[in-house]
């Protein structure tokens, strides 16, 4: 094993317990991965985050074949259909915290932009948001759902599941995951109440300067 491997391995459980522990996700849910050079490290099947033993980790060639580790996750094939659309990223969190699922059974959204921009760091952290039609968990469908959007988004819910999030890096991944789950708690505090949104200038400006496609930009203080 390499020394960066090592390292990967140390973050995923780190961040993993570190999600856990201030309720991101509950249980056995949630799965984390990091695409390598050579394939794939992600959390095993049935596992908790908060609990994860490093060496326990799944390690899969490029085809997702098991080299070492645990059976790995059922929903490998979403971070699978995710990150090949987006070779520029490295990551994936998928959860199923409160506020992202709640928003994710809401009708009468789009399907194309769930989420408004209420804050900056929306922006700069991941951007519009989608939404997936409904398959149950680990049908292969919902990686063909992924395939459709992720060329365009690097955050999406899945109807009435979760959130999955692709980024450079896992502690990028982390942190817009977590953005994604705090613009969705405000969303469901302030829906009815016509509050006050970036404006369409506003958001061209956060895109231009430190948007998701400039993710290597944001201010390391945010």
Not at 21 to 29: Q, V
Not at 121 to 143: C, E, N, Q
Not at 154 to 163: E, F, P
Request: net charge negative; hydrophobic share 35%.
């Amino acid at each position: 094993m390499s020394a960066k491997e090592h390292d990967l391995r140390e973050q995923i459980a780190y961040f993993g317990r570190s999600l856990f522990e201030r309720g991101l996700t509950a249980g056995s849910s949630g799965n984390i991965s990091v695409r390598l050079d050579d394939g794939w490290l992600i959390t095993p099947t049935n596992c908790c985050l908060g609990n994860l033993d490093p060496t326990h980790i799944s390690r899969l060639d490029q085809q997702g074949n098991l080299l070492s580790g645990n059976a790995p996750s059922k929903e490998l094939f979403l971070h699978q259909a995710f990150l090949r659309k987006r070779p520029q990223d490295k990551a994936i969190v998928h959860l199923h915290s409160t506020y992202a699922t709640a928003v994710s059974c809401l009708p009468d959204l789009n399907p194309m932009d769930m989420l408004p921009p209420l804050t900056p760091y929306s922006i700069m952290r991941f951007g519009k948001v989608a939404l997936t039609p409904y398959h149950r968990p680990g049908d292969k469908r919902l990686g063909d759902e992924i395939a459709k959007v992720a060329c365009d988004y690097r955050a999406v819910l899945l109807a009435n599941h979760g959130s999955i999030v692709a980024a450079k890096d896992l502690e990028a991944a982390v942190y817009a995951a977590e953005e994604l789950e705090e613009t969705a708690k405000l969303f469901i505090l302030l829906h009815g109440l016509r509050p006050r949104l970036l404006t369409a200038e506003q958001v061209d400006e956060l895109n231009r300067d430190y948007g998701p496609q400039n993710a290597d930009n944001t201010p390391s203080c945010c």
